[in-house]
């Protein structure tokens, strides 16, 4: 079983950037891939991207496509995800996910889920 902790989030203006982190335990947190979803106040959570137990591909959701960047360190038992350029429809609980060996949308694929951190962009 893996837990995972993220951190990373806050209050930023329009335009700036934002390092999530993914803290994992457990000795299957390398072997699988790394989901990220967030989830707008009143709104169902929706997928962001997906790297690969390896980090060799990655799946981005239109919305992200060109400013998010995923990364998985294996030897650190950590994923990133690296928010540029933001926009205020990018605020949300940010989750990072994992279970699945290679990454995917579906929620249901993915058995290990984080408590979540805030993103928050003021324009």
């Known amino acids: 079983q893996v837990q995972l902790v993220e951190s990373g989030g806050g209050l930023v203006q329009v335009g700036e950037s934002l390092t999530l982190s993914c803290a994992a335990s457990?000795?299957?947190?390398?072997?699988?891939?790394v989901g990220w979803f967030r989830q707008a106040p009143g709104k169902e959570r929706e997928f962001v991207l997906a790297i690969s137990w390896n980090g060799g591909s990655k799946d981005y959701s239109d919305s992200v496509r060109g400013r998010f960047t995923a990364s998985k360190d294996n030897a650190k038992n950590t994923a990133y995800l690296r928010l540029n350029d933001l926009k205020p429809e990018d605020t949300g609980v940010y989750y990072c996910?994992?279970?699945?060996?290679?990454?995917?949308?579906?929620?249901?694929?993915?058995?290990?889920w984080g408590q979540g951190t805030q993103v928050t962009v003021s324009s």
């Open positions: 457990g000795r299957d947190f390398a072997r699988n891939a």
């Open positions: 996910a994992t279970g699945a060996i290679y990454g995917t949308d579906i929620e249901a694929e993915y058995d290990s």
